[in-house]
T-cell receptor, first 111, second 114 residues
Framework: GDSVTQMEGPVTLSEEAFLTINCTYT??????LFWYVQYPGEGLQLLLK?????DKGSNKGFEATYRKETTSFHLEKGSVQVSDSAVYFC??????????FGPGTRLSVLP | EAGVTQFPSHSVIEKGQTVTLRCDPISGHDNLYWYRRVMGKEIKFLLHFVKESKQDESGMPNNRFLAERTGGTYSTLKVQPAELEDSGVYFC????????????FGPGTRLTVT
């Protein structure tokens, strides 16, 4: 079945550091790919998405590119802030199909 | 506009007891989903309602879990009897018809079975 693998962390960075959270997937067909974020005490929020190969999703300074050849969707941000501390989930879904999530990566950004 | 709400935020029960979790979706959202995250692992799909009908319940782990959505508004997820392995965070999400990818998640209910 479909699956998502991501670095589990925790990841600890200093403010203004560069962030990469790796995500790779296994799927039949051509799923859409997502990054969700869960801030402390809140629900999951859609951070960005890409629906086809080579698409780049971006939001709040975060970016991820749908790489079909490497089945990857790595999350990057050039300069993290303390407010980015959260748990990040990579996920995939075919239209009308169930979401498949990775295990989540906890990010802590220190001032 | 209010978001997806879940109640309670945290529940601690003993093995063998019954617990009922509630989810109130965003008003007007016909799609309602239940997910759970067990022991810090990946979030797994449990089931999907379209209005009051179960569209897909392939993720329900066993018959100790019962989900309902009477009237197509709020939903409940009952676990009876609870087992230790049911501990985790249960998320609810909702979306409009046709907006499958735009699911709005609630804050989750943390269930601890002792």
């Amino acid at each position: 079945g479909d699956s998502v693998t991501q670095m589990e962390g925790p990841v600890t960075l200093s403010e203004e550091a560069f962030l990469t959270i790796n995500c790779t997937y296994t799927a039949t067909g051509y799923p859409s790919l997502f990054w969700y974020v869960q801030y402390p005490g809140e629900g999951l929020q859609l951070l960005l998405k890409a629906t086809k190969a080579d698409d780049k999703g971006s939001n709040k300074g975060f970016e991820a590119t749908y790489r079909k050849e490497t089945t990857s969707f790595h999350l990057e941000k050039g300069s993290v802030q303390v407010s980015d501390s959260a748990v990040y989930f990579c996920a995939l879904s075919g239209y009308g199909q169930n979401f498949v999530f990775g295990p989540g990566t906890r990010l802590s950004v220190l001032p | 506009e209010a978001g997806v709400t879940q109640f309670p935020s945290h529940s601690v029960i003993e093995k063998g007891q019954t617990v009922t979790l509630r989810c109130d979706p965003i008003s007007g959202h016909d799609n309602l989903y239940w997910y759970r995250r067990v022991m810090g692992k990946e979030i797994k799909f449990l089931l999907h309602f379209v209005k009051e009908s179960k569209q897909d319940e392939s993720g329900m782990p066993n018959n100790r879990f019962l989900a309902e959505r009477t009237g197509g508004t709020y939903s409940t997820l009952k676990v009876q009897p609870a087992e230790l392995e049911d501990s985790g965070v249960y998320f609810c999400a909702s979306s409009q018809i046709g907006e499958y990818f735009e699911q709005y998640f609630g804050p989750g209910t943390r269930l601890t079975v002792t």
